[in-house]
């Protein structure tokens, strides 16, 4: 079985600040990882994957996240945040031979000007 | 390209009665799943479908809700008799293929009121 905590229910940072969003796993078989994005009332659109390969993955909106296997983190960056970055992020593990996204319970990204 | 359009957006309802939830996923798209995210936490698979056929439904409260996939398309999410803490968003979500690294496109989701 499949699961993932997402450490800290709330961040906050300035604009133009690091964002560091932390995620952790836990998975039997090697996991693929995701991270997804929230706008208010909108679905979630996915940011970038983790699969196989290069374990620093470039996602949209600049930002990436790397995969670390002896830490078992998937920590989502940005180096500098915009006001538009505002929105609920959710990290999500699926492995072996299932197909259904197992997601964290969301960070809140808010971004004072 | 259209996205998933799910309908309605909102709904409220009191508890006991029913509510139904469409889904319309992109067009192509073989695989189909329902999630409920309940205010405060990330979304849960409910039920995910192959075409027309149920592949995962080992979540989905059975005696009070039910899904179907008519024809391998639409979907149809009911809830009967509902209760309060089925207060949620429903989304629904579909995939090109089987392929486990395959992107999930959401719709906008369903946000249920139970009274």
């Known amino acids: 079985a499949q699961s993932v905590t997402q450490l800290g229910s709330h961040v906050s940072v300035s604009e133009g600040a690091l964002v560091l969003l932390r995620c952790n796993y836990s998975?039997?078989?090697?996991?693929?990882l995701f991270w997804y994005v929230q706008y208010p009332n909108q679905g979630l659109q996915l940011l970038l994957k983790?699969?196989?390969?290069?374990?620093l993955v470039k996602g949209i909106n600049g930002f990436e996240a790397e995969f670390k296997k002896s830490e078992t983190s998937f920590h989502l960056t940005k180096p500098s945040a915009h006001m538009s970055d505002a929105a609920e992020y959710f990290c999500?593990?699926?492995?072996?031979?299932?197909?259904?996204?197992?997601f964290g319970q969301g960070t809140r990204l808010t971004i004072n000007p | 390209e259209a996205g998933v359009a799910q309908s309605p957006r909102y709904k409220i309802i009191e508890k006991r009665q029913s509510v139904a939830f469409w889904c319309n996923p992109i067009?192509?798209?073989?695989?189909l799943y329902w999630y409920q995210q309940i205010l405060g936490q990330g979304p849960k698979l409910l039920i995910q479908?192959?075409?027309?056929?149920?592949?995962?439904d080992s979540q989905l409260p059975k005696d009070r809700f039910s899904a179907e996939r008519l024809k391998g398309v639409d979907s149809t999410l009911k809830i009967q008799p509902a209760k309060l803490e089925d207060s949620a968003v429903y989304l629904c979500?579909?995939?090109?293929?089987?392929?486990?690294?395959?992107?999930?496109?959401f719709g906008p989701g369903t946000r249920l009121t139970v009274l």
């Open positions: 979500a579909s995939r090109q293929s089987r392929d486990r690294a395959g992107e999930q496109f």
């Open positions: 998975s039997s078989v090697p996991p693929y």
């Open positions: 983790y699969t196989t390969g290069a374990t």
């Open positions: 999500a593990v699926t492995g072996g031979g299932a197909q259904k996204l197992v």
């Open positions: 067009s192509g798209h073989a695989t």
């Open positions: 479908f192959q075409n027309n056929g149920v592949v995962d």
